[in-house]
């Protein structure tokens, strides 16, 4: 969908999690059209297993899909995750992709959190899954 721009993708071969095949292409191909579609054109994406595994915190895989745009202001870093939300109306879209990704995300055990990207200056995504045993 957006030719011109940058895609890295790095991280462990090891880091197999506990998904759906459809419901990890739709989390992944949410975050990284958004990194795409809002980003300056650089996107990056890192997997990385979890070593820690207890019972009360089983082992996770941490993947980052990180941007160099403008990122999302920490105060709307939450309520950007609610059905209908959208923060650049210039761009096509409806608002769905972020509450999609929170709900799969949480129907497996799993979490999504915001933040800046301190290597490329835009919004840094944190998607945590559990990992498949």
């Known amino acids: 969908l957006y030719p011109e721009g940058r895609l890295d993708i790095a991280g462990s071969r090891e880091a197999n999690v506990s998904i759906e095949r459809q419901d ?7 975050l990284i059209e958004n990194a795409a579609k ?13 070593d820690n595994d207890t ?8 993947i980052w899909v990180e941007d160099d745009g403008t990122g999302i202001p920490e105060v709307e870093r939450i309520r950007i995750f609610d059905r209908g ?15 999609i990704v929170r709900d799969v995300a949480e129907i497996y055990g799993g979490s999504v959190t915001l ?15 559990p990992r498949a045993h």
Do not use: H
């Open 24 to 30: 990890l292409d739709e989390l992944l191909g949410n």
């Open 38 to 50: 809002y980003g300056g054109g650089s996107v990056f994406v890192t997997i990385d297993p979890e």
């Open 55 to 62: 019972p009360l915190d089983p082992k996770m895989c941490v």
């Open 85 to 99: 939300v959208r923060l650049d109306t210039g761009k096509p879209g409806t608002g769905l992709g972020l509450a």
């Open 115 to 129: 933040g800046e990207s301190e290597d490329l200056g835009g919004l840094l995504v944190e998607l945590r899954l």
